[in-house]
């Protein structure tokens, strides 16, 4: 039995920013041999992200020799790294060499990149028939929206994620986090996976094409967004879901407490800690039909007793003594400080290549195994670090990789 459950697996990496990056370090977790293929001249986009880490510590300011992105850093965790220009002849060579050699091909670049430089999936498949090729797009191919630039912040605002984020009376909101550049990511590696097992059967490889835009919309029907807006009720309920309400976030004397009492039971043992046990049988609060109708009454209510007691306080009175789920509202960083997240592993320390561990921490393979091991036990390299190993795979001694050098090939 291997020890890692894709140990065996190549991957080239031919991906840049954050959603390509981010599906082939989930398969670097996982085990695969991830090679980063980076343009010689700088490599990917993301080195050049501010904070940098340096002989000044972590700072915001421009980058200087020496200097590392803390986006690499989290990003590029267990790969390896080939300076590789495939815009040369001999580049897009060694390239197809390394294809032939490898079972995975991941790719987020610009439409039409991979065709003009001659390493999409119809040029590839026919150097290597069992290769899994997978693309992640911001918006697919072709693209509905021609020429648009895509970012997360574009995806959010076209998939109708933020209407259903923010005050009902106010203006559509961001998603805290990159939602769409991490959500593709991990269907990309659902399709790779699922690729890998039918090639068991057929022999051969596939297409494998995932969107930030399909991806995030695909969500929405979930919560029945449609149905719920033709009853009258807004897409955008702030801090509240009020189909389950009492349902969300409520001011403390000193926080906030997140109260997930969606049944009538725990609705019930909510009016009771508040003194006012007769609410359940107010036909306005007796069922989640009714209650959803009166949410803002019955969140206001909660919310004038809440605001009196302090965190701790309320969660003794609801999650403690009565068993409704309650807790407290963490900042970001008391969630990163979390033993319980470090010692599983889903939060773990970022190590610089040559300083070691820094202070700044990195998301882990939130995945356990009872037969294998995952994990991220690499740092990130530094640009070409791996190019006389990845070369060697090919047969090329110190002469050739020197003459490669020279030539600005990597």
């Known amino acids: 039995m291997t020890n890692r459950p894709l140990e065996g697996i190549r991957v080239l990496d031919l991906t840049v920013a954050l959603a390509g990056p981010y599906c082939t370090l989930l398969l670097a977790g996982l085990g695969a041999e991830v090679i980063k293929i980076e343009a010689p001249q700088g490599g990917d986009i993301a080195r050049f992200n501010p904070p940098f880490y340096g002989k000044d510590g972590i700072h915001l300011g421009a980058l200087e020799e020496g200097d590392v992105s803390l986006s690499i850093l989290a990003r ?145 029907p979930f919560e029945h967004f449609d149905v719920f807006q033709r009853m009258g009720f807004p897409a955008r309920s702030g801090n509240h879901q009020t189909r389950l309400a009492p349902f969300g976030i409520f001011r403390t004397s000193d926080g906030h407490v997140s109260i997930a009492a969606a049944n009538d039971k725990w609705a019930g043992l909510i009016f009771e800690a508040m003194g006012q046990p007769q609410l359940i049988e107010d036909p306005r609060y007796a069922t989640r039909g009714p209650r959803a109708v009166n949410a803002d009454a019955l969140n206001g209510m909660i919310e004038a007793w809440t605001r009196n007691l302090t965190t701790e306080q309320v969660i003794h009175a609801l999650a403690t003594s009565r068993g409704v789920p309650c807790v407290k509202v963490r900042t970001a960083r008391e969630a990163m400080a979390d033993p319980a997240l470090r010692e599983s592993g889903a939060i773990v320390p970022l190590v610089h290549p040559e300083a070691g561990e820094i202070d700044a921490v990195g998301s882990g393979i939130p995945i356990r195994m009872s037969g294998s091991t995952v994990g991220l036990d690499r740092p990130a390299p530094t640009l070409g670090a791996n190019n006389a190993e990845v070369l060697g795979l090919l047969g090329l001694g110190a002469d050739e990789i020197e003459n490669l050098k020279s030539q600005g090939v990597i």
């Open 76 to 220: 590029a965790r267990a790969k390896k790294s080939l300076s590789l220009d495939l815009k040369s002849a001999e580049g897009l060579r060694l390239f197809k060499e390394l294809a032939k050699q490898s079972d995975i091909v991941v790719e987020n670049l610009s439409d039409g990149t991979v065709e003009r430089l001659g390493v999409d999936y119809d040029s590839l498949k026919g150097v290597n028939p069992r290769l899994i090729y997978c693309s992640i797009t911001g918006m697919g191919r072709p693209s509905p929206y021609p020429g648009l630039k895509v970012m997360d912040i574009v995806v959010q605002a076209l998939s109708g994620v933020m209407d259903t984020t923010g005050d009902k009376d106010g203006p559509p909101t961001r998603f805290g986090l990159p939602i769409a550049d991490l959500l593709a990511p991990l269907y990309g590696v659902i399709g790779i996976q699922a690729a890998l097992r039918q090639r068991e059967a057929t022999g051969q490889g596939q297409h494998v094409m995932t969107s930030m835009l399909d991806c995030l919309s695909s969500l929405l």
